[in-house]
């Protein structure tokens, strides 16, 4: 099965800041990777996949990128609805998986 | 647009068989030539991705609970289901449904309904 690492775990920005964060998957998985947002009491929202192409109606700040095992998410401008916990996802390999989570505070 | 809703029992004896069934709006299970899964959370933890049915009926399981899971189409109803059998404490979670596209990343996703497994 297919690990998925993400760090830092949580993280605590401002508003205007730009963050980063990092998801590696323990063997190659060829930019099969997906990114959700996920709100406290809320499913999570899908926000891009192929590691770079960003979903339908998802603001231009945010971006990924990376290849091979290695991965990032990137939000530029942090804005206060962007307060969240950010997932990672492989879809190379099943059992698909994700990542722990990356809590973001604003 | 495409949406759909989880529904089924919120509370479920240990030892028996955990039955959620997702409705789909907005598009059509057999002609949109997706995939549809499920998804769980259990509270405060992880997602965990439990399987996946083509719109053809063929399944893929999560082997972690393969010997306990099935997942279904029911096309007449435009619905998809979800049977976990011989439940524990641990199976207690946030069971979430969602389109799988033709790769399986997920988008949208149900809201989502908490099944708790408790005598």
């Known amino acids: 099965d297919i690990q998925m690492t993400q760090s830092p775990s949580s993280l605590t920005a401002s508003v205007g800041d730009r963050v980063t964060i990092t998801c590696r998957a323990s063997q190659d998985i060829y930019k099969s990777l997906a990114w959700y947002q996920q709100k406290p009491g809320k499913a999570p929202k899908f926000l891009l996949y192929g590691a770079s192409r960003l979903g339908s109606g998802v603001p231009s700040r945010i971006s990924g990128s990376g290849s091979g095992t290695d991965y990032t998410l990137t939000i530029s401008s942090l804005q206060p609805e962007d307060s969240a916990t950010y997932h990672c996802q492989q879809y190379d390999i099943t059992p698909y998986s994700f990542g722990q989570g990356t809590k973001l505070e604003i | 647009q495409l949406q759909l809703q989880e529904s089924g029992p919120g509370l479920v004896k240990p030892s028996e068989t955990l039955s959620l069934t997702c409705t789909v709006s907005g598009d059509s299970i057999t002609t949109s030539e997706s995939y549809w899964g499920w998804i769980r959370q259990p509270p405060g933890k992880d997602l965990e991705w439990i399987g996946s049915?083509?719109?053809?009926?063929?399944?893929y399981y999560n082997p972690s609970l393969k010997r306990r899971v099935t997942i279904s189409v029911d096309t007449s109803n435009n619905q998809f289901s979800l049977t976990l059998s011989s439940v524990t404490a641990a199976d207690t979670a946030i069971y979430y449904c969602?389109?799988?596209?033709?790769?399986?990343?997920?988008?949208?996703w149900g809201q989502g309904t908490l099944v708790t497994v408790s005598s």
């Open positions: 969602a389109s799988g596209g033709i790769y399986n990343w997920f988008d949208p």
């Open positions: 049915i083509y719109y053809s009926g063929e399944t």
